[in-house]
Nanobody, 123 residues
């Protein structure tokens, strides 16, 4: 069993930065590939970024490529999502999740999920 807790969300102006954290705990919690998803009101949950278990490989949705950076610190059992140049359309609840596959982009490929953290970008 793996527990994930996201933090770092909040209200930010368009163009500003925000860094999300995902703290993992539980048995072998950091051996998994990890992903970030987001879900805006009335929309489906969408893939944002993924990182492999060692942190050597990353993958991004086209909508965030060049603006967001995913990273991890296995010693701290934490995965990060650095978000720069935020836009109002980035407003959503952001979730982290574990996966046994790298570059998986659909939610059903992911096993354990956090409760989410709200990100709101004002124009």
């Amino acid at each position: 069993q793996v527990q994930l807790v996201e933090s770092g969300g909040g209200l930010v102006q368009a163009g500003g930065p925000l860094r999300l954290s995902c703290a993992a705990s539980g048995r072998n919690s950091m051996i998994y590939n990890m992903g970030w998803f987001r879900q805006a009101p009335g929309k489906e949950r969408e893939f944002v970024a993924a990182i492999n278990w060692s942190g050597s490989r990353t993958y991004y949705a086209d909508s965030v490529k060049g603006r967001f950076t995913i990273s991890r610190d296995n010693a701290a059992n934490t995965v990060y999502l650095q978000m720069n140049s935020l836009k109002p359309e980035d407003t959503a609840v952001y979730y982290c999740a574990t996966c046994t596959k790298f570059r998986a982009t659909i939610p059903s490929d992911y096993d354990y999920w956090g409760q989410g953290t709200q990100v709101t970008v004002s124009s």
